[in-house]
């Protein structure tokens, strides 16, 4: 037995048991049970307006080799994309900064504190008004909706380094900046990915409802589209699109925020 | 041993009557340091010994310069303390390696900032890592090791800067009872070969004789200094020296009055009447 030999055994080992894990079992067979509770509903001739997993595995290749499918994937996320950056580089900045400096943060946070209950779709009619495109419209709402939770996650989080951090820092003679980037900034790391997790869930309720409601792309069209077209299976399949890139995006954010915390296990 | 020990000429902290009331207000106010009065002799390691919650933390705030004294004074050969500086250095109750830097950056952390080349910094940092027998651990983040290899990598974190004073808040607090005598040990062994002035903070008595020159007891809140022992076992120490009649007399001695204290922490009314 070398210890190589060894090793390998134990990474087999290790695989197998995943995949004898009963959490991955008990997660798909929830997934089949629910299409399969709904098929049986259809055959029961309940639910008549919705079609059946059966004719949705029949339509859906159809209709996802239809153009415009995948561009609706593309212009969807360009506009959670662009509103998250802009907002995760704001709620950053503005965040650290208030972090950092007592006197900012009593001027700024009553002003935020106001500005925070109001729903980012409550911003709709003004930016309509305001921006001169649509597309600026939606980006400008899907930043209202990450901007706060990062902005109030990058405080909690400076706020919440362990005081004793700062002293050793101070003890071992750091200068203003090593303070900043070296202590308070990964301090505070774990609660911002938290942040932009919760952020880019955000984006993406918000720039649904905002295309349903101004655009004329994107998944959110789509899903409405189909309603205005009639087109079960479209909706369906919008909802379906909308459920994965959600999904998705938050799973990348935890990769990201993983690999950027690699302390954290 | 005994000649290197009178080198060292510098560490030479004093606290001169000290006080501390914590609280804003008179009805909050709280007494924890009445009247502390002791020294530590450049080259010495000096141990506090205190019942729980009298305010030895509190001392090693001050002298650290992390919080400032109500009354009296504190003076580190002869210059008073103010504020944080890189001549003191403190190893906390629980562990305080910042968890996002491995053992190595951790350890490197403080000669780099003080604008020692980083190349020189990580050098001396893996020796010193070494020599607390973490040689094979300095990738690794302080989550990812063990309670009593996170102490050893704090003290390396301390002892690389080479500071005056050297203040150990109960270091070894927590660990079970075999990781802790191995660890005294570990540590005396560090100490004979650097001698750096220490004030030691424990609530434990025989981890208090077994590394000390002198002993500095507390009593408890409002907390003044009971007595200051001298301890005249030989150096290098050594586990049987705790069988010893020196170290009997003085656990004795030592015993007596922290029960005393220890009662009172336990009623607080009756120390009061
Ligand atoms: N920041 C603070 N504000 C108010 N009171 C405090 C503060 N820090 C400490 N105290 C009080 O001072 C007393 C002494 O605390 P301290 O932590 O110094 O004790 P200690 O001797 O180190 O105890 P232990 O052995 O449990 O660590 C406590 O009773 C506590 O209530
Ligand atoms: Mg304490």
Redesign the interface.
């Known amino acids: 037995m070398t210890p190589l030999w060894d090793t390998k055994w134990f990474l087999w080992e290790r695989w197998s048991r995943r995949l004898r894990s009963a959490v991955l079992w008990q997660g798909l067979a929830g997934i089949i049970t629910f299409f399969f509770v709904w098929q049986v509903a259809r055959w029961l001739g309940w639910m008549v307006i919705i079609p059946s997993p059966i004719e949705l595995a029949g339509g859906i290749p159809e209709e996802i080799s239809r153009t415009g499918y995948w561009q609706n994937w593309v212009d969807s996320s360009r506009r959670v994309f662009a509103g998250f950056a802009v907002a995760a580089v704001a709620g950053i900045v503005i965040g650290v900064v208030m972090g950092m400096s007592k006197g900012l943060r009593a001027t700024i946070f009553p002003l935020f504190e106001v500005m925070r209950p109001i729903p980012p779709l409550a911003w709709l009619p003004l930016a309509i008004l305001f921006w001169p495109s649509s597309e600026l419209t939606m980006i400008f709402l899907t930043f209202i909706g990450a901007f706060f939770p990062i902005l109030l996650n990058v405080l909690a989080g400076i706020d919440k380094v362990d005081p004793r951090y700062r002293l050793a820092a101070l003890s071992l003679g750091s200068s203003h900046g090593a303070m900043f980037r070296r202590v308070l900034i990964p301090g505070a790391l774990p609660s911002l990915f938290t942040g932009l997790a919760i952020a880019i869930g955000i984006t993406w309720e918000v720039v649904i409802a905002a295309e349903m409601a101004s655009g004329t792309n994107g998944l959110g069209y789509m899903t409405w589209d189909s309603y205005m077209t009639h087109s079960m299976i479209g909706i369906v399949l919008g909802m379906l699109s909308i459920g994965i890139a959600g999904m998705a995006s938050s799973w990348i954010m935890r990769v990201v925020g993983q690999v950027a915390t690699p302390w954290q296990r | 041993m005994m000649t290197q020990r009178s080198t060292k000429s510098y560490g030479h902290c004093v606290v001169d009557a000290v006080g501390k009331v914590y609280g804003a207000t008179e009805d909050e106010a709280e007494i924890v340091l009445k009247d502390c009065t002791f020294d530590v002799p450049a080259g010495s390691l000096t141990v506090l010994l205190g019942p729980s919650g009298c305010g030895k933390s509190t001392l090693v705030n001050l002298i ?1 310069g ?1 919080d400032k004294p109500t009354l009296g004074r504190i003076t580190l050969d002869g210059a008073p303390v103010s504020a ?3 001549d ?3 190893v ?1 109750q ?1 562990t ?1 390696l ?4 491995t053992l190595l950056d951790n350890v490197a ?2 000669p780099i ?2 604008g020692r080349p980083r190349r020189e910094a990580e050098q001396e940092a893996s020796e010193l890592l070494r020599a607390v027998g973490l040689a094979g651990f300095q990738d690794r ?4 090791i063990s309670g009593g290899m996170q102490r050893r990598a704090e003290v390396a ?1 301390a002892l690389i ?1 080479r500071p005056k004073l050297m203040l150990m808040d109960e270091p070894f607090r927590g660990l079970d009872h075999m990781s802790r005598g191995l660890m005294q040990e570990y540590y005396l062994k560090l100490f004979d070969e650097h001698r750096t002035t220490t004030l030691f903070v424990t609530s434990e008595i025989d981890e208090a004789i077994f590394l000390a020159d002198r002993l500095v007891i507390l009593s408890y809140k409002p907390t003044v200094v009971q007595t200051v022992i001298d301890v005249p076992l030989p150096r290098p120490r050594n586990f049987q020296m705790l069988t010893s009649s020196t170290y009997g007399q003085i656990k004795d001695q030592a015993l007596g009055l922290l029960y005393d204290e220890a009662l009172k922490a336990f009623d607080p009314g009756k120390a009061a009447a």
């Open positions: 650290a992390y944080p500086g890189v003191r250095i403190v906390f629980e305080a910042f968890p996002w830097m952390y403080g900032q003080t983040y302080p989550s990812q974190r800067t």
